[in-house]
């Protein structure tokens, strides 16, 4: 038998969190499936500046610990350490299996999220935890007063990238363009920051070390001439690909994955509900993500309260 519940929602980051408390609010039955522990990205990320009402900054993991705290606080069951591998829906209900159990609900929020994208190339997966990291906040303190690269123009990257120049030796920033993508007062401070040194036009083509990661091989875009940059740390930063295989046809997506939505979050499939940085959207932050998380939750609450 499958545990029963009016609302399921999958994934636990700030879309998924946000929901959660919407819902309780409104007296629905909710459960939150979560593979890892509550929070999702931002757990990992230093230093959030741009979420408002924080003037001075917090650090990802304090907030996420407020909005788990929040959604407790409600109610809101949270199963931690549970990961969603398929969805289906029949006869009005939708069936959910996790690893170890499944569950039945009236109407699902997927929240799922992305991870990050690899470079595909040779190197990348061998020295993956010997050198390769897609994570500054948890890995940087392995590479004190050493030499790493940051790969990436984007906010992802030089966020990173400066938090790592609080403590390695020196930051290459790998860029297969002339100019940043991240935002202007990142940029700054970048280009600020004696530690940062830019490589442009450059796309990293090898991985290399004895065991360890000891160089990048870099291309330069324009003239396709190669070169070695010494380093013992990559940090990649080239793009997030969305958690919704899982989905099966149950939901329509764009050909990197993202779900298309309509503009109630609602897919092709009555009753589920896609938030946050898995569907496709063109800004994915905490503050946008929070805002899909209320937006799928009232709009689900409807679909329920029809249902009932
Ligand atoms: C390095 C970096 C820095 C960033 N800095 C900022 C910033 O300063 N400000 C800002 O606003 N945004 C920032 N962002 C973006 C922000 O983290 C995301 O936009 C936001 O977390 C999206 O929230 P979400 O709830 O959609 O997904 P996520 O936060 O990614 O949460 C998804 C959750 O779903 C879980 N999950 C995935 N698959 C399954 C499954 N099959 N079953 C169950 N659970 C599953 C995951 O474990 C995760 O907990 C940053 C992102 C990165 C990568």
New binding site residues.
């Given amino acids: 038998m499958s545990e029963f519940h009016e609302a399921i929602i999958?994934?636990?980051?700030?879309?998924?969190l946000t929901a959660g408390i919407y819902l309780m609010r409104a007296g629905i039955d909710t459960l939150l499936?979560?593979?890892?522990v509550?929070?999702?990205?931002?757990v990992?990320?230093e230093h959030?500046?741009?979420?408002p009402g924080f003037p001075e900054g917090i650090s990802?993991r304090e907030l996420m610990n407020r909005f788990t705290a929040h959604a407790k606080g409600l109610g809101l069951a949270i199963k931690e350490f549970?990961?969603?591998?398929g969805v289906s829906f029949e006869e009005g209900r939708f069936l959910i299996k996790?690893t170890e159990s499944s569950f039945e609900s009236i109407g699902v929020i997927v929240?799922?999220?992305?991870e990050?994208a690899k470079m595909n190339i040779p190197g990348e997966s061998e020295f993956l935890g010997m050198g390769i990291s897609y994570?500054a906040t948890c890995d940087g303190s392995f590479f004190k007063n050493l030499d790493v690269a940051v790969i990436g123009g984007g906010?992802?990257a030089i966020?990173?990238g400066l938090s790592l120049a609080n403590i390695v030796r020196k930051v290459y920033v790998v860029h297969r363009r002339d100019a940043l993508r991240a935002q202007k007062i990142l940029q700054d401070r970048a280009f600020r920051n004696s530690k940062m040194e830019f490589l442009w036009n450059k796309k990293p083509v090898e991985i290399g070390g004895k065991g360890q990661v000891e160089y990048i091989l870099v291309e330069d875009t324009k003239t396709g001439e190669h070169s070695k940059v010494e380093v013992s740390g990559v940090f990649v930063?080239v793009g997030?690909r969305p958690?919704t295989s899982?989905l099966g046809c149950f939901a329509d997506r764009d050909d990197a994955g993202f779900v298309l939505t309509d503009e109630n979050l609602g897919t092709k499939t009555e009753g589920l509900f896609i938030?946050?940085?898995?569907r496709k959207k063109t800004l994915?932050?905490?503050?946008?993500?929070v805002g899909?998380?209320a937006l799928a939750a009232v709009n689900l609450e409807r679909y329920i309260l029809e249902k009932r």
């Fill in positions: 999958i994934g636990g980051g700030p879309a998924g499936l979560e593979k890892m509550s929070g999702g990205t931002p990992n990320t959030i500046e741009n979420y990802g549970s990961e969603v591998e996790t929240t799922t999220g992305t990050p994570c906010d992802a966020e990173e930063y997030s958690n899982f938030a946050g940085d898995a994915r932050q905490i503050s946008t993500a899909d998380g």
